[in-house]
Nanobody, 124 residues
Framework: QVQLVESGGGLVQAGGSLRLSCAAS????????LAWFRQTPGKDREFVAG????????NYADSVKGRFTISRDNAHNTVYLQMNSLKPEDTAVYYC?????????????????WGQGTQVTVSS
C-alpha cells in the first residue's frame, strides 16, 4: 500500500511560480509511474504531467508544456511539480497519483493510489 502526501499549494498571482511535492510512504519501485492531475468543481481529474520512476521519461499535457516541470528524488521517494508562468486557468486541486506501470497513463482511472490533494489558486 503506497500512501502519497502532497504539499506546496497556495495562492499566487498570475505569472508567479509554485513547487508542489508528493512524498510517498515507502520506496517507489522502478515499475511505478507517478503523475500529477488537477481537478476543478464538476469536472474529472485532468492529467497534468507524469514521470516513469525507473527511466525518468516524462509526459505533459499540452496546456502546461514549457511552463511546468516534473521531476523525482529517488533518495526521498518524492516527486515534484515546478509550476512557472502560472495562469488563472491553472487554479485547481492538484493530486498526485501512482500506478505500477511502465507507461505514463493520462486517464485518472488508470492510477491505483492517490494523495489527498493540494489547492492551487492563481489570481489575475
Amino acid at each position: 500500500q503506497v500512501q502519497l502526501v502532497e504539499s506546496g499549494g497556495g495562492l499566487v498571482q498570475a505569472g508567479g511560480s509554485l513547487r508542489l511535492s508528493c512524498a510517498a510512504s515507502e520506496r517507489i519501485f522502478q515499475t511505478y509511474t507517478l503523475a500529477w492531475f488537477r481537478q476543478t468543481p464538476g469536472k474529472d481529474r485532468e492529467f497534468v504531467a507524469g514521470i516513469n520512476w525507473n527511466i525518468g521519461d516524462t509526459n505533459y499535457a499540452d496546456s502546461v508544456k514549457g511552463r511546468f516541470t516534473i521531476s523525482r528524488d529517488n533518495a526521498h521517494n518524492t516527486v515534484y511539480l515546478q509550476m512557472n508562468s502560472l495562469k488563472p486557468e491553472d487554479t485547481a486541486v492538484y493530486y498526485c497519483g501512482a500506478d505500477r506501470t511502465w507507461m505514463i497513463p493520462t486517464t485518472f482511472t488508470e492510477y491505483e493510489y492517490w494523495g489527498q490533494g493540494t489547492q492551487v489558486t492563481v489570481s489575475s
